[in-house]
């Protein structure tokens, strides 16, 4: 295993560097399996260790990323208090306004500034906090709670956003011992998911982050969103480390992290843990790095969907290192519905620990999320290049690995090294794997189970 010094190097290199992931497309990383196998025991209690987490690779980071000058902005940068703009802060009173005075004033200063939300609970109203500021450098200083109001109808000009964040560069969002509250429970009551008698309307997501350009969120919890809990979409150069993003496991749809149309994006040294996938990595997402994520319960971490009503959808460079997923419904998946078009390729999913996870290892290209049957179709997301290194852990159901790919597209280049992947001990009968319509399949090491 690569030490984490020398792997940090090597993603920073490659994302600034055109021409190394075009050497990383034509041969997906084929030093990581010459490496020897060894994955260090990761059985310590997550959610302590993510309390106490000091980003103890932080300098790397800064030292590599362009933008680390987002870190530590200078003195002389004002803050910006919402109360000051009249922010009452008692938890019933609609702060909109003031958040909106106080946001202008912050993005509109010449000299950049830092917007302040004290320890108060702050109740909100869907609001977009837009950009291009004038400064070069702005930074919301989450401190207390911004809670959304459980009243539907204040969600009828956009029923999909909660609180937006578009267009905005050199941003940094400092969560302090702050909390963004969706309250969602009322959207997750009016589910179709959850009441059928209700018709299926979307739902909002509690962050968007829209068009933002050196992008650092840390330090922040998210919880009971309305739907999805944060999205970052068209952006580029992002961080986001040390947050928690929680919701009941019985939530619909409340993924954790979504990802797409972005490139360039860092996930570091978060609990997730929700009523859909921890993180979701979609159509036109480059150059993802996933590490040391605690994912359970949900439904995993997945890219895709893709290529659903027959749209063209394409995710690249995606690594997935040092995660624990307990209880989940899946653990690392593709899936990608029939008639689609385009590709998933040049992935790696490696030092990963599951327990009583279904669906350990899946591939699933004829993935069909509807009432009625999937029609079946020739024209399939490509799917190729995949690494599974170094997982270890136990499976909920007999089928622990499972690739279900395209009779007309079928997989390739499947690489499936230091696999040990046994049935949970409460669960009977022998761990097995499935691989239908798969090319070049390579096996190396040790892999228990493998596809008969």
Request: aromatic share 8%; proline share 4%.
């Amino acid at each position: 295993m690569l030490p984490r010094g020398v792997f940090l190097s090597l993603f920073f290199t490659l994302i600034s560097s055109p021409s190394c992931f075009t050497s990383f497309q034509d041969n997906p990383l084929a030093n990581v399996l010459e490496q020897s196998p060894g994955y260090e025991d990761r059985s310590d209690d997550f959610e302590v260790s993510f309390a106490k987490l000091k980003m103890d690779y932080h300098d790397e980071i800064g030292d590599s990323m362009e933008y680390d000058l987002l870190g530590t902005p200078a003195t002389g940068q004002g803050e910006v208090n919402v109360d000051d703009f009249g922010a009452e802060g008692d938890g019933k009173t609609d702060d909109t306004a003031a958040f909106k005075k106080a946001w202008k004033k912050t993005c509109y200063s010449n000299v950049g500034g830092v917007l302040v939300v004290p320890e108060k609970k702050y109740h909100l109203k869907p609001m977009n906090f837009s950009g291009p500021c004038k400064s070069d450098f702005v930074k919301l200083k989450i401190l207390g709670m911004i809670m959304a109001s459980n009243d539907r109808s204040e969600y009828r000009r956009d029923r999909r956003h909660w609180l937006v964040f578009e267009n905005i560069t050199n941003f940094i969002v400092e969560g302090g011992q702050g909390t963004i509250d969706g309250n969602g429970e009322i959207w997750w009551k009016n589910s179709c998911k959850i009441d059928e008698t209700q018709p299926c309307t979307p739902a909002p997501t509690a962050v968007t982050f829209y068009g933002c350009k050196n992008l650092k969120v840390f330090g922040l919890n998210v919880r009971n969103a309305q739907q999805m809990h944060v999205r970052f979409e068209q952006s580029v150069n992002v961080q986001s480390y040390n947050i928690m993003l929680t919701a009941p496991e019985k939530s619909p749809n409340t993924d954790g992290i979504h990802v797409i149309g972005s490139q360039n994006v860092q996930i570091f040294s978060s609990v997730i843990r929700t009523g859909d996938d921890c993180i979701s990595i979609v159509n036109g997402s480059r150059n993802v790095q996933a590490m040391d994520v605690v994912c359970g319960p949900g439904h995993g971490i997945s890219i895709g969907s893709l290529g659903k009503n027959n749209s063209e959808s394409h995710v690249s460079n995606v690594e997935v290192n040092k995660a624990k997923l307990t209880g989940t419904t899946n653990g690392v998946r593709i899936k990608t519905w029939q008639g689609g078009s385009g590709y998933a390729k040049n992935v790696i999913f490696q030092n990963i620990v599951m327990e009583n996870v279904t669906n350990p290892i899946i591939i699933d290209q004829n993935y069909c999320d509807q009432d009625t049957p999937c029609e079946e179709q020739e024209s399939a997301v490509q799917v190729k290049d995949i690494i599974y290194k170094n997982i270890i852990g136990t499976s909920a159901k007999e089928i622990t690995i499972k690739f279900d790919c395209s009779k007309t597209f079928p997989c390739k280049g499947i690489v499936l090294q230091d696999i040990d992947l046994q049935l949970h001990k409460d669960e009977s009968g022998e761990a097995n794997a499935t691989c239908v319509n798969v090319n070049k399949l390579e096996t190396r090491g040790r892999v228990s189970p493998q596809c008969s």
